[in-house]
């Protein structure tokens, strides 16, 4: 190409030729135009300062857009520790609920009730801790099955 190119056909050219989307030799001829010709020049000069301005909004985006989505993530994490916690103390109690208190019509536990109780306290919490154990590690479970199913 050692003809003369158009204005015209430069400022066509100079988005590829800012994006680096040309040939060796289309560049070359561009280059040549824009030493020798002002006005293109400034056309070129301002296309890069666009582009730029674009690459830095494009950018504050998606960095806008992750940091949401670590947001997102933080607030599911958070949730799932406080529904395992949540389960946890709830299940620890279904063995006191399981067995329950007989209250007598005055208010007062039986003796005998609280007498069963001493003895067997150790046996009581173990108990309360596999159900918490076991009823937090099912909500876990449950969890991550509905997340797995959601990300299908």
Known sequence: MSEKIPCSMVRDLAPLYAEKLMSAETRGCIEAHLESCEDCAEHYA????????????QKELQNTEIDY??????????????????????GSFL????????????GR???????RFQIAWPFALL??????????????????????????
């Not at 989505?69 to 709830?90: C, E, P, T, W, Y």
């Not at 063995?95 to 005055?106: C, I, K, N």
């Open 46 to 57: 301002a296309l890069t300062k666009e582009l730029e301005c674009e690459d830095r909004v």
């Open 69 to 90: 989505m670590k947001k997102i993530h933080d607030f599911q994490r958070s949730n799932l520790i406080l529904g395992a916690v949540v389960s946890f103390l709830l």
């Open 95 to 106: 063995p006191a609920v399981r067995v329950g208190f007989h209250v007598l019509p005055d």
């Open 109 to 115: 536990i039986p003796d005998y009730f609280l007498a």
């Open 127 to 152: 108990k309360m801790l596999e159900y918490g154990a076991l009823v937090c590690a099912v909500y876990l479970m449950v969890s991550f099955i509905l997340k797995r199913r959601k990300m299908k």
